[in-house]
């Protein structure tokens, strides 16, 4: 399976942008799919997820939950991040990912395969 990211770029703090995960190829055991984000000097941490496994059910972390959402279009297999009111904090290289897991898997490890990532600049 391969995973594409795309959609990153600059934007104002308190505007939106949207992040997109084209997956291609033969994905098995792929229950959910994840986007996570690294900020320069920090670890890469959990964002949202969309569960695959529980008929496309959504969680999302604490940080993002009511600002962003995550769906997707079963036509093309792509997945979005739709990002508002975006913070300088959320500057971060966001990466998508898939997991085996059943449940809500939010660590790294949890995940298998990986997109390349997009960067995201939120100026203040």
């Known amino acids: 399976v391969q995973l594409q990211a795309s959609g990153g770029g600059l934007v104002q703090a308190g505007g939106s942008l949207s992040v997109s995960c084209a997956a291609s190829?033969?994905?098995?055991?792929?229950?959910?799919l994840g986007w996570f984000r690294q900020a320069p000097g920090k670890e890469r941490e959990f964002v949202a997820g969309?569960?695959?496994?529980?008929?496309?059910?959504?969680y999302y972390a604490d940080s993002v939950k009511g600002r962003f959402t995550i769906s997707e279009d079963n036509a093309r297999r792509t997945v979005f991040l739709q990002m508002n009111s975006l913070k300088p904090e959320d500057t971060a290289v966001y990466y998508c990912?898939?997991?085996?897991?059943?449940?809500?898997?939010?660590?790294?490890?949890?995940?298998?395969?990986w997109g390349q990532g997009t960067l995201v600049t939120v100026s203040s």
């Open positions: 990912a898939i997991s085996p897991r059943v449940g809500e898997p939010r660590l790294p490890y949890e995940y298998d395969y």
């Open positions: 969309l569960s695959w496994w529980s008929g496309g059910s959504t």
């Open positions: 190829g033969r994905i098995f055991n792929s229950n959910v």
